[in-house]
């Protein structure tokens, strides 16, 4: 009797030693993980949280907008009633967002379009406590709705863009710049009206030679207008939100914006004055805020080819000398002017010209 115990023993045993050898071994990590059900907007889930234990819930966007995750917290006994921490991560496991020791709250959160995992756990010590909360889901409603997989954050894909369209667009956690392509055919003012419900935005123009860059920085929330000059070429549009610098976190949130385009304004001669003894020529012209000077020029003919003059300044007034005898045609033009600030000349840029006035020297 003795040996058959014994057998029935050693049996047992090998069968114990042969189930722990083809079973897999779960992984540390994913003890303590409480699966949760994949999230619906606008339904309700709790649980408890204690040291080492968190929960995993699955949501999917698909097109970018505002989550928000609203928190109720009550006590389980440990010495401070709070989550640990809370995690959001895309569908590569990257954490896109996180906030330790988290009480009642609400937490709005931009995302792009893309599948996520919301994480409830402990970072241990004595935290604790049941929660309850409720998602919810706002879309951005983006012109162009960008993938957690696939943004428009490279040069190399940046979106196509023509002058006079409005676009709407987003910032998000885990997508901080958007990048236009924009065509200029003539240098010109570009007219842009933002608006914005970032806490911080800041624009940036640049063109594909790196020649002009433009930089309109610390926009606040509201509706802004500005005017740049661009010389004419392709230019890259980049949105990008500012740096929260408490939390690590770039400000993220909706913004819109349109364009339009102004020429360099076309002067008027509002003045030619000619003075016969001095054989000299005054010439004056209207001013234009949006003009850094005037360039004047006078010919002895219709086609401004024999015995011209050009002078160009600032001012809106001008003297033309040593005259000769006869009839003189006029005309007057803007200029805008790049200040280059180095070893590379300034840039002037000119408009179409005036009328053309006559002038006799006799």
């Not at 889930?45 to 949501?59: D, I, N, Q, V």
């Not at 000299?280 to 219709?302: E, P």
């Amino acid at each position: 009797m003795k040996n058959k115990s014994l057998w029935k023993g050693l049996i047992v045993m090998l069968a114990a030693a042969f189930v722990m050898l083809v079973m897999p071994v779960q992984k540390a990590f994913a003890a303590g993980t409480t699966e949760g059900p994949k999230l619906k907007w606008g339904s309700s889930y709790s649980g408890s949280t204690e040291t080492s234990k968190c929960y995993k819930y699955a949501f999917s966007l698909k097109q970018s907008g505002n989550v928000t995750f609203v928190f109720q917290v009550s006590d389980a006994g440990y010495a401070f009633t709070s989550m640990g921490k809370i995690t959001v991560l895309d569908e590569t496991g990257k954490e896109v967002y996180k906030i330790y020791n988290v009480g009642d709250c609400s937490l709005s959160l931009d995302l792009l379009a893309g599948n996520y995992t919301l994480r409830i756990g402990m970072e241990g010590g004595m935290d604790g406590c049941n929660f309850t909360f409720t998602p919810s889901f706002k879309p951005s409603k983006e012109t162009k709705s960008e993938h957690a997989m696939a943004k428009n954050n490279e040069m190399g894909t940046a979106t196509s863009y023509k002058i006079g369209k409005s676009v709407k667009g987003q910032l998000a956690l885990n997508d901080d710049i958007d990048i236009y392509k924009m065509r200029v055919t003539k240098s010109q003012y570009l007219n842009l009206t933002v608006s914005s419900k970032l806490r911080e935005l800041n624009i940036n123009l640049v063109n594909t030679s790196g020649s002009r860059n433009v930089s309109i920085s610390d926009i606040e929330a509201g509706l802004h207008k500005y005017r740049v000059f661009l010389p004419k070429g392709t230019y890259y549009v980049k949105f990008r939100g500012g740096v929260n610098y408490a939390t690590d976190y770039h400000y993220t949130g909706k913004y819109s914006f349109r364009t339009s385009v102004t020429a360099i304004p076309k002067p008027t001669i509002t003045k030619t004055k000619p003075d016969n003894k001095y054989k000299t020529m005054y010439i004056r012209c209207k001013k234009n805020s949006l003009a850094n000077g005037y360039q004047f020029q006078i010919a002895r003919d219709k086609k401004f080819k024999k015995g011209k003059k050009t002078k160009q300044d600032e001012y809106t007034g001008m003297y033309m000398v040593d005259l000769k005898k006869g009839t003189y045609y006029v005309r007057v033009r803007s200029y805008v002017k790049i200040d280059n600030y180095g070893s590379t000349p300034d840039e002037y840029y000119y408009s179409s010209w005036s009328k053309v006035k006559t002038v006799k020297i006799k």
